[in-house]
């Protein structure tokens, strides 16, 4: 395989991410020995990655941690058609600050992935998974998803039937909604004995929309359709070994990166050390594996089980748990993508971005259904979309419409992926509209009240979805 056409490498300092990415004097080749020293200085990182792969298996050793297996070949792009200008075009969504790239070799024939980074001067060995623009593929892939996406805007604009018949969607109500476990996430308001949920909006907020879509032919299904965690067993019983394993692997281009250098005993006393090591054991951390790990990976793996057309994460947001404010209250939309410098550590996740940032017309259908279920929202909720550049770890896509690294958005591989913030629970003059159960609905034989304001919720949702099929175009779409 010739590679002769890479990216410079834009390597920044840890504290450097607020400096976005320096493209400018990308493409053009660079050999190792030209590759700015100063750079890597300032990286903190071991100049080889043959040296700096060697520390990191001596330190998860001392840890007693395994290294990380091979992903599953599922987690691999099988891109067709996409083309080198569409991947440019989504490479500021998916990979910001370079840091995937760092793992890249790209020309104008594809994309190849490797276990490690400096790709031009590793072994063949270290070679993962490549991908080429154009190619044909075999199996399930997103051309696939389109076609499927596309027959039913087809049914829609055609107002015969059922619009939605043979859409499959997937509802996802963030958290859990119990007292107790709004406790433990932090997920609810509470003021003067009135008292806001989060998990328990969401799930009201899901059951109603699984109920409107149901009845435009929909096929739905639930992560959960009551208030408790999704994964089996629960907190108490489960298992905390794989997601502590991936604790360490994550941490590989984050705060372990600077850590791996000097003599070998120096370096494992260093980690063992570590504020960050210390804390992966303690038994806080133990309930985030749950938390952040178990269930959220319960959900994913209904993805793969159910396998989607379309995916939705149902959020409310709030800044403090005993303060409402009157500065926010607008709706945004996240989708897979803005996979940070500081992300890139594990080969997993790798594979995962890898995979969202092939499969380009995914990428875009996501960004385009985010897009109009935020419209739709808008004007059913009378809010405006977010409007800023960049916040928390996330990247501006559409205004309303965020790449972001969740876990629910990284893992799912096959479906188009929105994860909604609904609009703040905190703002002053939506808590006590929320304190109220004042309508009342039934949805699979449960009855359940819940407050009204959810309705302008889930019509939104319903308007938005409607307007993306209604307004689709199959060529801009499936690139022909
Ligand atoms: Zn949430």
Not at 55 to 77: G, N
Request: with cysteine.
């Amino acid at each position: 395989m010739i590679r002769n056409a890479l990216f410079l490498i834009p390597m920044l300092g840890f504290a450097g991410l607020a400096q976005a990415y320096e493209l400018d004097d990308a493409p053009g080749y660079v050999s190792p020995e030209s590759f700015p020293a100063t750079r890597l200085e300032r990286a903190r990182l071991p100049l080889d990655p043959l040296d700096r792969d060697r520390r990191f298996k001596k330190v998860l050793s001392a840890l007693k941690i395994p290294e990380e297996v091979a992903p599953p070949a599922a987690w691999f792009p099988k891109t067709e058609e996409t083309t080198r200008p569409e991947f440019d075009a989504n490479l500021p969504f998916l990979d910001p600050d370079g840091g995937l790239r760092r793992y890249l070799a790209v020309d104008e024939q594809g994309v190849s992935l490797f276990r490690e980074f400096f790709s031009h001067i590793l072994p063949r060995d270290y070679f993962e998974a490549g991908v080429d623009f154009l190619k044909e593929v075999q199996g399930p892939n997103s051309q696939d998803l389109l076609s499927r996406i596309a027959t039913i805007s087809r049914q829609v604009k055609s107002r015969s039937g059922p619009p939605l018949k043979g859409l499959k969607v997937l509802i996802d109500p963030g958290h859990m909604g119990t007292t107790d476990w709004d406790e433990k996430t932090g997920k609810f308001v509470s003021i003067k004995g009135k008292r806001v949920s989060e998990g328990q909006l969401n799930l009201w907020t899901s059951l109603l929309v699984a109920k409107e879509l149901e009845s435009l032919g929909a096929t739905v299904m639930l992560t959960r359709s009551d208030a408790r965690a999704v994964a089996e067993p629960g907190p108490e019983g489960f298992d905390p070994t794989p997601y502590l394993n991936q604790y360490f692997y994550n941490s590989l281009d984050a705060w372990m990166a600077p850590l791996l250098t000097g003599s070998e005993s120096e370096m494992i006393e260093r980690v063992l050390n570590a504020p960050e090591t210390k804390k992966a054991f303690s038994q806080v951390q133990r309930g985030q594996y749950f938390i952040t790990g178990a269930d959220l990976e319960a959900r994913a793996r209904m993805v793969d089980q159910f396998q989607p057309d379309i995916t939705i994460d149902v959020h409310y947001d709030a800044f403090k748990s005993d303060q409402l404010q009157n500065r926010d209250n607008t709706i945004e939309a996240f989708v897979p993508g803005g996979f940070r410098i500081t992300e890139t550590g594990s080969r997993s996740v790798r594979a995962m971005m890898f995979n969202h940032l092939m499969e380009t017309r995914r990428f875009n259908a996501s960004v385009e259904l985010a897009d109009r279920v935020i419209g739709g929202m808008s004007a059913s909720l009378g809010l405006k979309r977010l409007n800023i550049q960049e916040f928390i770890t996330s990247v501006k896509v559409k205004d309303g419409v965020y790449a972001r690294n969740l876990y629910i958005n990284r893992r799912n591989l096959t479906s188009l992926m929105i994860y909604l913030e609904c609009l703040h629970y905190d703002h002053t003059t939506e808590f006590p509209r929320l304190t109220k159960l004042d309508a009342r609905a039934q949805y699979r034989g449960l009855a359940f009240s819940y407050p009204a304001r959810i309705n302008d919720v889930v019509y939104g949702i319903r308007e938005g979805l409607l307007s993306y099929f209604e307004n689709l175009s199959e060529e801009t779409y499936l690139g022909n």
